[in-house]
């Protein structure tokens, strides 16, 4: 498992950088980056985007995405990655949107959870974790942690992690 560390010292040496935007993890994800020493070299920035409104609003996704896919979707995921790269202008970004429960949402049960990396190469994943909320935020991290390792490192010009 890749800690937040060895992914700061990565992109430092590789010279890019990240964002996050987030929506159950509520930033957690962010603060596990900068919580690195020398993370301000690398980590553009982060948006916690918690409504269906604010990843509209503020990040800018479709609303047809949202309207058709719903805001717990692999396009949603997408986006929020995608557009977050943008406004910070950075290499790569990472987002995070799902149920962390107590109840579903948009007829999504709790633990679902897509992640996804946009940069040079992408990846979105549909995950369904167990626990509770805080469980599942930390295993989202965890998850977004890994993929983005995983993705950073591979060598081809795209990665499946389904």
């Known amino acids: 498992m890749p800690t937040a560390g060895d992914i700061i010292a990565e ?3 590789r010279g890019e950088s990240v964002c996050t935007v987030e ?3 509520g930033g957690l994800l962010c603060a596990a980056l900068t919580d690195i020493p020398g993370a ?3 980590v553009r920035g982060g948006i916690v985007a918690y409504t269906a409104d604010a990843k509209r609003d503020v990040v800018g996704v ?5 309207e058709q896919h719903g805001a717990v979707s692999e396009l949603a995921a997408e986006e929020l990655a995608r557009k977050g790269r943008d406004i910070f202008e950075a290499t790569w970004g990472i987002s995070t949107t799902g149920v962390a429960g107590p109840a579903e ?9 897509f992640v996804a990396v946009q940069g040079p190469r992408a990846a979105t994943r549909r995950l369904q974790l167990s626990g509770d909320r805080e469980e599942i935020r930390r295993q989202t991290c965890e ?4 993929m983005f390792r995983q993705v950073v490192e591979y060598p081809g010009p795209g990665v499946s992690l389904q």
């Open 40 to 42: 301000s070299a690398v």
């Open 62 to 66: 479709d609303v047809q995405t949202l």
């Open 23 to 25: 929506s159950l993890t």
């Open 143 to 146: 998850v977004a942690l890994e």
């Open 11 to 13: 992109l430092t040496r």
């Open 105 to 113: 949402q948009e007829g999504q049960p709790v633990g679902t959870v």
